[in-house]
């Protein structure tokens, strides 16, 4: 998964939530992503760009740290 943005990623099924670090240590928790979107994050080629088009401006979020 080498991606020039996010660093790593973590999604709890049941609350559908997505956790986001980024390379530059921020990290963000995204909430109510479906597992069909996770799903076609992890196996995005590059995890940047679907990200931006498809979970950044799409669901709510909270800064986490």
Excluded: C, W
Excluded at 5 to 26: A, D, N, R
Excluded at 27 to 42: A, I, L, T
Aim: charged share 25%.
């Amino acid at each position: 998964m080498p991606s020039s943005v996010i660093l790593k990623y973590h999604y709890y099924k049941e609350e559908q939530i997505l956790l986001v670090t980024f390379v530059s240590g921020s990290v963000y928790r995204y909430k109510n992503v479906p597992g069909n979107v996770f799903e076609q994050f992890r196996q995005a080629r590059s995890k940047g760009i679907f990200f931006n088009d498809h979970i950044k401006t799409k669901f709510a979020f909270e800064k986490v740290s």
